[in-house]
């Protein structure tokens, strides 16, 4: 499992192209490519277990989950877990707020990265290497020391309480990250086709929308599920900012799961996973642009 | 993204546009030219500054006042304290303790992540594909999981009555864990806070790593092992000098990561940590929103950000220096 463990098994694999014959380098070779896909295959089962283990204890009857004896296999399964979830009460208006919050904010948030990328990736300018790495700053600094000076901000502005202070700090929060983002792809769309626009009478931001902009529309999608997923999931400006049960986005419903008295489990892996199916699904989408992220130039050397 | 983008023509374009009017509208649309960047970076960047450096500002402020309850509810100007907040906070024993076990847990967590993580894109590497593609499922499912669900599994797990940890530690293990309270014992306790932290962080750092090591020369690796290079000697001399950048790149993120380490901890405790569980975060929350003690908050946080500012500055460097902004 460790790095370790993999280096210990390697020696056999290059020892075997030494002096011993083809037939038992070949055999060699097989041992340890078991053993890799064991270690592999153990690897699989402790990073799936923690999912597997979700999805199962919310379709399991609950006198399953309620019982001394847990079976790591369930001998029904039901929906019964996904109902009571679903009787809490505030889901509905739950879904309701995070929508939107979380939709106003990333359109919001989308406008803005948009045409600041544009900027930063098609002309050169004085301050735009300053811009770039306020951009980069920001995202460094930890949100939770940011929270305090924004509670009273808010509460100043009359914020509290109110969807739109939940907004605007969604919005600028995943700001840096989508107009990075998008100046990846932008700088990747050649500026020729825009000049040639131009030629034909097109004024600047003209050629930029209508020619650039619809190339772009795969990184703009993907920018906005990343800025989806990242407001989708944010639990702690919501809970102290919002105060209403009927205000609640769908995150801090579900803390509120656990403050009864005694946990239903059941109910909350039912909802967490009915919270985390849509982050699943769009993640899945941008996975690709994920791996690729903060350090891909240095992948590349 | 890419960070291999060309250095791509920019700016020349504007001045074509105005090639034909006379002289004076020439000057004009250049200028409208220049000033056109800004304009278009304008709004994101006053949005930056007003939910970023505005509330960075206001906690260098505060930390020198005295906000509470009261200035909070009257809007009354709050007092100014000068260095008081620093003095009590620094003075206060539970601070270092709350420091010192950010720290460790912030070391233990990026060692462990960063261990397991370069394992499995090691194993990754040498394992066939069905495996392989079985794991980066696994991985990615992992990787996907909104922090808030993967603290309630979590928390699940440990259940003292019904927790699967138990009855596996009991079943199947032979250690009597029936009932076992994992969180009487903080050290316990960050043991299992430990694991969501690292469930969560590993598939980034392994696909990441994986990634990096895929740019590693096959024959590089193979013509070092005939030289009589061992296993020890390769990863040193040849696969290293390739992963290190991006190795250091993902543990200077962890760091920073693991350090501000907040939800995992609070969500595990039920939106109340006792004071064992504090770390910086929570510490500095509580005194602000527990305790309303808004200073004294924001004072904390401070002293957070100046103890990571040296490790965000070693990032940017790093960043700067394979031409990430360029």
Known sequence: ?301 | MKAADPPVAVARVPERSGSQPPAGGQRKRRKAGALLPYLLIAPAFVAIAAVFVWPLIKTILMSFQDVGRRELWTGEAAPWVGFEQFTNILGDGEFWAVVWRTVIFMVACVVATMGIGLGISMLMQRMDTWVRLLLTAALVAAWSMPLLVATSIFRWFADSDYGVLNMVLTKYLGIDAQGHNWFLDPKQGFLIIGAVVVWGAIPFVAVTLYAALTQVPRELEEAAALDGAGVAGVFRYVTWPVIKPVFQMVATLSVLWDFNIFGQIFLIRGNKPEPEYSVLGIYSFEKAFESNSFSQGAAISLITVLLLSGVAVYYLRQLLKIGEVE
């Open chain 1, 1 to 301: 499992m460790s790095a370790s463990t993999s280096q210990a098994l390697r020696p056999d694999t290059e020892r075997g192209t030494g002096p011993a014959t083809p037939q038992v380098l070949r055999q060699d070779r097989k041992k340890n490519r078991l053993v890799y896909n064991i270690v592999g295959l153990a690897v699989f089962v402790l990073m799936a277990f923690p999912v597997y283990w979700l999805i199962i204890s919310a379709l399991r009857p609950n006198h399953e989950i309620r019982s001394y004896d847990q079976t790591l296999w369930p001998s029904s399964l039901t929906l019964d877990n996904f109902q009571r979830a679903i009787d809490q009460p505030n889901f509905g208006t739950a879904i309701q707020s995070s929508l939107i919050v979380c939709g106003v904010a990333v359109i919001g948030g989308m406008l803005l990265a948009t045409i600041a990328a544009f900027a930063i990736g098609r002309f050169r300018f004085r301050g735009r290497k300053f811009f770039m790495i306020v951009l980069l700053v920001v995202q460094l600094l930890p949100p939770t020391a940011m929270l305090i000076p924004i509670y009273i901000q808010l509460n100043d502005l009359g914020g509290l309480n109110e969807y739109w202070g939940v907004i605007v700090i969604y919005l600028v929060s995943t700001l840096p990250f989508a107009t990075w983002m998008i100046r990846g792809f932008i700088v990747n769309i050649p500026p020729e086709l825009e000049e040639s626009a131009m030629v034909d009478g097109c004024s600047r931001m003209g050629a930029f929308w209508r020619v650039t902009f619809p190339l772009l529309a795969p990184g703009l999608a993907a920018a906005a599920i990343f800025s989806l997923i990242t407001a989708w999931n944010e639990y702690l400006l919501a809970y102290v900012v919002l105060q209403d049960n009927d205000k609640y986005t769908l995150n801090v419903w579900l803390m509120n799961f656990t403050t009864s008295r005694g946990i239903d489990y059941g109910a909350l892996m039912a909802a967490s996973t009915l919270i985390a199916i849509p982050v699943v699904a769009f993640f899945l989408l941008v996975q690709k642009y994920m791996a690729t992220g903060l350090t891909s130039g240095a992948v590349k050397g």
